[in-house]
């Protein structure tokens, strides 16, 4: 790999062109990925918010379900943020009873633990390990983590507010997950650590 990783956005439903920016921002080379054999030569992928049933529904009419697990089994570094969180969940909880995911990360995630859309909101976020103080957090009928196994890491919590002490952020090995959406800030802090984590697995 070059110093410029190839990092895939996964294209079927969501805030696709936004990671992009972001990634392009943080030095990586964002490729859409529709198909499975776009899997094949990347180094990390993004999993965007957007609606999780839908995405979930698409992947596996678009025959990516099944590689995209196969891809974080082998290790590919993955970042989800909001539905992306969900996603990358072994459990969901409040999802639809056929609702599938890809999983990988040993956590238990509520599906729009924080209400409808009306109740979306935003919220300073200490993600651990990031410099230059907190972040904007943009949380739209986010999930928040419910539970998690011994071998994931928690990244931020919320500060404040009825939801204070909820787990918005995690980590497990090379899989990465936010409840929040950093790519509609301008604050690339996020997705620059997602990438240090793709040269990292790489090496």
Aim: charged fraction near 20%; hydrophobic fraction near 45%.
């Amino acid at each position: 790999m070059s110093s410029t990783p190839t990092v895939g956005v996964l294209a079927l439903q969501g805030d696709v062109r936004e990671h992009a920016v972001a990634l392009a921002e943080a030095d990586a080379l964002a490729r859409p990925v529709r198909r499975p054999e776009e899997l094949a030569d990347l180094d990390g992928l993004v999993i965007p918010g957007g609606e999780s049933t839908t995405m979930s529904n698409l992947a596996l009419a678009f025959g990516l379900m099944e590689p995209l697990r196969a891809r974080v089994a082998e290790g590919l570094p993955v970042y989800g943020s909001c539905a992306g969180m969900i996603m990358l969940a072994d459990k969901i909880l409040d999802g639809r009873d056929d609702q599938q995911s890809v999983g990988g990360i040993d956590m238990t995630v509520r599906r729009n633990a924080f209400g409808r859309q009306n109740e979306s909101f935003e919220s300073p976020v200490d993600f651990a390990g990031l410099e230059g103080g907190p972040l904007h957090g943009v949380f739209i009928r986010a999930p928040w983590v419910e539970s998690v196994g011994a071998g994931v890491e928690v990244l931020a919590e919320l500060p404040a507010g009825p939801a204070a002490g909820r787990t918005v952020a995690v980590r497990q090995g090379n899989l990465l997950a936010t409840s929040f959406h950093p790519e509609l800030t301008g604050d690339h802090r996020v997705h620059a650590f997602f990438v240090d984590l793709v040269r990292a697995a790489a090496r």
